[in-house]
């Protein structure tokens, strides 16, 4: 039976699940570990307002949620989990931030169900001011991608970052998110892409009915983060395309990744002569 609502280990206690029993679920893979104390079953894709309502299982009213945990509210991505983590969890107040944090003002907090969350445009100035650049374009790829958040909102808002720590990059990372991005890990490769010598690439074009990560359709050069298939017409003629691993794309090394890109990309126009 799926267990289609978020719980915790009291909650399961209750319905006669130990935490023995709860521990071998986590370890069989049966459950996940959402939040810190929070759980629910491996099979159920938490949408935004799971999200929100797991939050609610351990926070008060009170609480005001920010940065990492807040961008996940919202549907944003996270490329740093470890293997059995829950997503962080971030209030106002109890993380350091970097430098000078900029007032909530009263568009800057919006409440989902019982929790007070930053809204999705603070949220997006945040974590691209405040995280490494992979982990914030994956955050703000997601939130757009789930449709909580404007881009033209955020690069509005983005003039707003002038001389704050972080602001150059938060600017660079905003102009760039892209809601075409299915996951965190295309997040990560599309970095690494525009940090090569490569002309910018589409995310997601779709070729002869499959789908590929990032393309590029005039010069018919793409990268895919699943196995590329081969039958009838694909792959498609006079198109070069790379099957990388996605957990290799999540480990970083992003400067061999780049290099390799561009390496192969123009290995692939030398072989069109």
Not at 26 to 50: A, C, F, K, N, W
Not at 66 to 71: E, I, N, Y
Not at 121 to 139: E, I, K
Request: charged share 20%; with cysteine.
């Amino acid at each position: 039976m799926r267990l289609v609502e978020p719980f915790t280990p009291k909650m399961a206690a209750r319905a006669g699940v130990g935490r023995s029993a709860l521990e071998r679920l986590l370890r069989q893979g049966r459950i996940v570990r959402v939040l810190r104390g929070v759980y629910l079953d491996s099979g159920v894709e938490p949408d935004l307002s799971l999200r929100a309502r797991a939050l609610a299982l351990v926070l008060t009213g009170r609480q005001l949620v920010v940065d990492r945990t807040a961008a996940w509210v919202h549907g944003g991505d996270r490329i740093d989990a470890l293997p059995g983590a829950g997503v962080p969890l971030d209030l106002h107040g109890r993380r350091r931030h970097l430098g000078a944090q900029p007032p909530f003002g009263p568009d800057d907090v919006v409440r989902l169900g019982r929790v007070r969350v930053t809204s999705p445009v603070r949220t997006g100035l945040d974590v691209a001011r405040q995280l490494a650049p992979a982990r914030a374009l994956a955050a703000l790829d997601g939130m757009l991608r789930s449709g909580s958040l404007e881009h033209s909102r955020l690069l509005a808002a983005a003039e707003c970052l002038a001389g704050l720590p972080g602001g150059s990059q938060a600017r660079e990372l905003i102009a760039i998110a892209d809601p075409r991005a299915a996951c965190g890990a295309e997040s990560v490769l599309r970095l690494c892409w525009l940090q090569a010598r490569i002309p910018t690439p589409v995310p997601g074009l779709v070729v002869n009915g499959v789908r590929l990560a990032l393309a590029l359709p005039v010069q018919r050069f793409a990268v895919s983060l699943d196995p590329v298939p081969v039958f009838g017409n694909w792959p498609a003629p006079g198109w070069r395309v790379l099957a990388l691993d996605r957990a290799r794309v999540l480990a970083g090394a992003g400067g061999y990744l780049s290099e390799h890109l561009e390496r192969e990309f123009h290995q692939h126009l030398l072989s069109a002569f």
